[in-house]
């Protein structure tokens, strides 16, 4: 599924859940410090408590119409203050994470959660674009285009400021997951050209498992050598990873993956293929139909199918080793997730959780989502818009990817630093192929990184120093090992291990570490 809301499923899954299918349409979260008098207007959306939840920091929640657009678009959204004093007086920025409350276990109880991030700064959610989650979207749908989408942003954060004015000085961090690789470069370019009517602050961003590079090298291009890395995890036969090394040198993806393994990088790695076009609408659109019963899926079983199915499809362009390596692993394995390879039939999906407890009657009302809003037709809230991702994906022009040209732009001209993380089982946008796309981007003079990730950060400390050597030998520690990373030239990279699409959720107690000492130590 695909073209859901991100911002209350951030919020409110435990940590345990396997998050599914929801991320290619949703929200951002930012941080910020609020310290200034909040002013009399705003009262109206204050939240005052959650139907049978833990008491919450102080926070406000509803709609606020799109302006200078057609009437009945309003994006929602979730604001929560600070929870410690010291973080109001020093973190004067905008970031993103995990919110307050969860869900407990396989219940829609909610518990306080341990790693929110309202504990780093004051934390806003919103539903994005207009008609995801509980947003509203006029009729025809209005956004069509990326720069529809990164226009409403801009002018609804105006509109935002225009009740929270004293949000408006602050530093900024954007941050989100998946789709979001091509929302927040867009939306921090679209903010900087309009920085004379509206000052905002741009500190970082922060893209995790994200849509941010060349189409072919986040997918094809890397896909054999991420089969061959969890061949044992995957279950794959000698047979099956011989046909996939076969289809990569025929595609010269071998050389392309040989190329990004050199550090520094040697000069412009070449990929195969259309990178702004090529496989991306096809990737996205198996994210709305199961790969099992997607009309182009051949179902390959031998290493002939194989094959013939990454060179020969009817359905695809020539090299398509993901489509293919989806369509046989799920094939293989009905329990398939290529959200997290580690998850199998066992693994809980809230989804079901999330609607139950959001079509509430009581829960909209706690939201200032009034019940008489609700179409009787079709629920409120909906965990996935298809519509939406649809509607984008058609667009004659495609976004161009970020990593051309607005990421660097923005590390080397505007001094914003970028962070970049991934998590170890994602395999629908691979770590691999992150990587590839961070050796292939220039930024402040030079392509790439010079030394391979390979420093150990921890689950309570994201950015430790360098290892100390005792005798030659590192200083050994008894903390837990959470991941590598790489900082070079304004742009950190961590790879979380254990964690699959989803790191927040995967892995919160590193990400609350990771906030606090990348983002906001920034």
């Known amino acids: 599924m695909s073209g859901c809301t991100l911002l ?46 833990p008491a919450l920091p102080r926070n406000w929640a ?56 309202s504990k780093l700064g ?19 749908y209005p956004v069509t285009t990326q720069d529809r989408v990164s226009s409403d942003f801009y002018k609804w954060m105006q509109g935002f400021f225009s009740h929270f004015p004293h949000l408006s000085s602050k530093r900024v961090h954007m941050m989100g997951e998946s789709y979001a690789g091509i929302y927040i470069p867009y939306f921090a ?13 741009i500190a970082s961003l922060s893209l995790g498992d994200g849509t941010w590079g060349d189409s072919v090298a986040m997918s094809s291009a890397a896909t054999g050598a991420y089969l061959r890395l969890h061949r044992s995890l995957l279950n794959i036969s000698e047979d099956t990873v011989s046909a996939f090394t076969e289809a990569d040198q025929m595609c010269r ?6 190329q990004a393994s050199e550090y520094p990088p040697t000069g412009t790695i070449l990929v195969p293929g259309n990178g702004d076009e090529m496989n991306i609408k096809l990737r996205f659109s198996r994210d709305t139909e199961s790969a099992e019963s997607a009309t182009c899926n051949t179902h390959p079983k031998t290493a002939d199918e194989i094959l013939a199915s990454i060179l020969n499809s009817t359905c695809d362009e020539r090299c398509a ?29 809230p989804m079901a959780l999330l609607e139950d407890y959001f079509n509430r009657a009581d829960v909209q009302i706690a939201l200032n989502i009034h019940p008489q809003s609700r179409d009787a037709q079709k629920p409120l809230f909906q965990q996935c818009n298809h519509d939406i991702l649809t509607t ?21 001209t505007e001094n914003i630093s970028v962070h970049i993380y991934s998590g170890e089982y994602d395999m629908l946008v691979n770590h ?36 100390k050597l005792t005798n030659g030998e590192k200083e050994k520690t008894s903390r837990r090992e959470a991941g590598i990373f790489a900082s070079e030239r304004g742009l950190t990279y961590h790879l979380f291990w254990g964690a699959g699409h989803t790191v927040i959720s995967d892995k919160p107690q590193e990400m609350f570490a990771y906030v606090r000492d990348v983002v906001l130590g920034s």
């Open 392 to 412: 984008l994906l058609s667009a004659p022009t495609p976004p161009t990817a970020p990593a051309y040209d607005i990421l660097p732009r923005l590390i080397t």
């Open 8 to 53: 209350l499923i951030v919020l409110l899954v435990s940590a345990f859940f396997s998050l599914l299918h929801y991320l290619w349409v949703g929200s951002i979260w930012v941080i910020a410090g609020v310290s200034s008098p909040l002013l009399p207007n705003i009262s109206r959306f204050e939240v005052h408590s959650l139907p049978k939840g």
């Open 321 to 349: 080793t993901f489509s293919t390596a989806i369509n046989y692993l799920s094939t293989a394995n009905k329990c398939f997730d290529v959200y997290n390879i580690r998850h199998g039939c066992d693994t809980a999906n």
């Open 62 to 117: 509803g709609r606020l119409e799109i302006p200078e657009v057609e009437e009945g678009n309003s994006l929602f959204f979730w604001l929560f203050e600070a929870e410690e004093a010291e973080y109001d007086e020093n973190l004067i920025r905008l970031t993103t994470g995990g919110g307050p409350v969860i869900f407990e276990g396989n219940t829609t109880n909610l518990v306080r959660n341990p790693y929110s991030w």
């Open 189 to 201: 370019s679209e903010i900087l050209k309009n920085h004379e009517s509206l000052p905002i602050n």
């Open 432 to 467: 691999l192929g992150t990587e590839l796309c961070l050796q292939n981007m220039s930024w402040r003079g030079a392509q790439g990184f010079t030394e391979k990730p390979y420093r150990v950060f921890y689950t309570d400390q994201a950015l430790p120093e360098t290892p």
């Open 253 to 258: 993806f071998d050389t392309v993956m040989q």
């Open 122 to 140: 004051h934390v806003l959610y919103i539903d994005q674009p207009a008609g995801t989650g509980f947003s509203t979207a006029s009729n025809p």
